[in-house]
T-cell receptor, first 110, second 116 residues
Framework: QKEVEQNSGPLSVPEGAIASLNCTYSDRGSQSFFWYRQYSGKSPELIMFIYSNGDKEDGRFTAQLNKASQYVSLLIRDSQPSDSATYLCAVSGSARQLTFGSGTQLTVLP | NAGVMQNPRHLVRRRGQEARLRCSPMKGHSHVYWYRQLPEEGLKFMVYLQKENIIDESGMPKERFSAEFPKEGPSILRIQQVVRGDSAAYFC??????????????FGPGTRLTVL
């Protein structure tokens, strides 16, 4: 059974700090990796995706992928209170369906 | 540039009634996925459809649940004889055609189903 594991948190960081969110996955056949942000009572919003080993940067966000270790992370630089949300790691393979982790709740303290 | 649309946004049903949830994908997207989020739980895949085809229904409960994506009109997730355990947020996502991309999925606002 495919599993995606995330630290449930909550994770608290001060405003302006770097928030680091981690995710591991069990299926070595996984091909694409996604980070979604979900505010309470809202739908998931795609932040980034990555499918090659290494880093991918987009603004304040950096996704990191290490397929050998089956590990994905998301770094949020210069964290803002508006970044406070639940961050969902999702993984897909050839089947295209997404398998989600349980999410990490992030709070950025002003 | 409309995103994924779902309706209704909130739906209240009594036990034993039927629930119909609708989803219109983003313009240019031909793949539709349904996910369920139970209270205090993660998102779980239910079904993946293309026009007039169910591609993968491995996450659908065996009874009472069905889905379709007709040639014309929105995708429909149908729940017959609802029970209280069906109360959840149901999200639809869509993605562009497979060729040339990894098929990133964009989510609609969801339908919050409450079964009394």
């Amino acid at each position: 059974q495919k599993e995606v594991e995330q630290n449930s948190g909550p994770l608290s960081v001060p405003e302006g700090a770097i928030a680091s969110l981690n995710c591991t996955y069990s299926d070595r056949g996984s091909q694409s990796f996604f980070w979604y942000r979900q505010y309470s009572g809202k739908s998931p919003e795609l932040i980034m995706f990555i499918y090659s080993n290494g880093d991918k940067e987009d603004g304040r966000f950096t996704a990191q992928l290490n397929k050998a270790s089956q590990y994905v992370s998301l770094l949020i630089r210069d964290s803002q209170p508006s970044d406070s949300a639940t961050y969902l790691c999702a993984v897909s393979g050839s089947a295209r369906q997404l398998t989600f982790g349980s999410g990490t709740q992030l709070t950025v303290l002003p | 540039n409309a995103g994924v649309m779902q309706n209704p946004r909130h739906l209240v049903r009594r036990r034993g009634q039927e629930a119909r949830l609708r989803c219109s994908p983003m313009k240019g997207h031909s793949h539709v996925y349904w996910y369920r989020q139970l209270p205090e739980e993660g998102l779980k895949f239910m079904v993946y459809l293309q026009k007039e085809n169910i591609i993968d229904e491995s996450g659908m409960p065996k009874e009472r649940f069905s889905a379709e994506f007709p040639k014309e009109g929105p995708s429909i997730l149908r729940i017959q004889q609802v029970v209280r355990g069906d109360s959840a947020a149901y999200f639809c996502a869509s993605s562009p055609p497979a060729s040339g991309g990894i098929g990133e999925q964009f989510f609609g606002p969801g339908t919050r189903l409450t079964v009394l």
